[in-house]
C-alpha cells in the first residue's frame, strides 16, 4: 500500500513538472508607445505611435488607446491623432492584444501644453493698418513653422479682412516679434483679433520621436 502511495505521488510530481514546463510563465506583449506634437491637427493635438511587439511567432492583432478625457479608441490603429481640451498632465494607456489573446497594457504620463503662445500684441489704426507681437515657443522642440493670423473688424465687429504671416524655426523658449498688416487695408477697421492658427513641430531627436 505505502508503495502504491508513494508511485502516486512521484506520477503526480512528474504530471506538475510537465504541465509547468509546457505552460510556464504567459509573456505578454509589450506596450511601448512615443509621441509628438500635431500642431496641423490642433494647438493641443498630440500624435501618438505604438511600438507594441509581442513573443516571436505571434503577431498584435488588436491596439486600444485611452486619454482620460473620452471613450477609448479601439481598433488596429498604431498611428493616433489626440487633442486634448485644455493644458494639463494626462495619463495615456496603450493595451496590445496578439493573436494568442494574451494582453500587454502601458501607462505614461504625457504634460499637454500649448507649444506656441502669443503675447504682448496691439493694433495700430494707422495706414496700412497692423497688428503687432510676439509669439513664445514655450515646448522643448523647435518649432519647424508657426501661423499666425490677424481678423479685422469694423466698430460692428464686422469682419473686414485678414492677415497671416508664418515664423520659421522657433527655437525652444524664443520669442519672435511678429507684424501682420490687413491684406484689404480700410479706414472702417476698428477692431483686431489674432491667434496661432497651426504649427508644425521637428520633433526628430526628441525622446518621444520614434527612431
Known amino acids: ?21 509546457c505552460f510556464g510563465p504567459v509573456v505578454r506583449p509589450t506596450a511601448e508607445f512615443t509621441w509628438c ?5 490642433g494647438l493641443l493635438a498630440y500624435r501618438f505611435i505604438s511600438h507594441a511587439t509581442t513573443v516571436p511567432g505571434h503577431y498584435i492583432t488588436s491596439l486600444s488607446w485611452e486619454f482620460g478625457d473620452e471613450p477609448v479608441v479601439d481598433g488596429y490603429a498604431w498611428d ?43 493694433l495700430t489704426l494707422g495706414f496700412p493698418q497692423k497688428v503687432t507681437g510676439e509669439v513664445v ?23 473686414l479682412t485678414d492677415g497671416t504671416i508664418e515664423i ?29 492658427e497651426s504649427f508644425a513641430a521637428d520633433c526628430a531627436g526628441s525622446v518621444f520621436w520614434p527612431e
Not at 137 to 159: I, S
Not at 168 to 193: C, H, K, M, N, W
Open 80 to 122: 493616433v491623432a489626440h487633442t486634448f481640451p485644455e493644458e494639463g498632465t494626462y495619463w495615456v494607456t496603450l493595451t496590445a492584444t496578439d493573436d494568442r489573446g494574451v494582453s500587454g497594457t502601458l501607462t505614461k504620463e504625457v504634460p499637454v501644453i500649448e507649444a506656441a503662445l502669443i503675447r504682448a500684441w496691439q
Open 137 to 159: 515657443n514655450r515646448h522643448t522642440e523647435t518649432l519647424q513653422a508657426v501661423t499666425v493670423k490677424a481678423k479685422f473688424y469694423n466698430a460692428d465687429k464686422v469682419r
Open 168 to 196: 520659421t524655426d522657433l527655437e525652444p523658449g524664443e520669442i519672435v516679434r511678429f507684424t501682420i498688416e490687413a491684406q484689404e487695408p480700410s479706414t472702417g477697421i476698428f477692431y483686431a483679433t489674432v491667434f496661432v
Open 1 to 21: 500500500m505505502r508503495n502504491r502511495l508513494l508511485g502516486l505521488v512521484l506520477v503526480l510530481f512528474v504530471g506538475l513538472l510537465l504541465l509547468g514546463g
Open 37 to 41: 506634437l500635431d500642431g496641423e491637427s
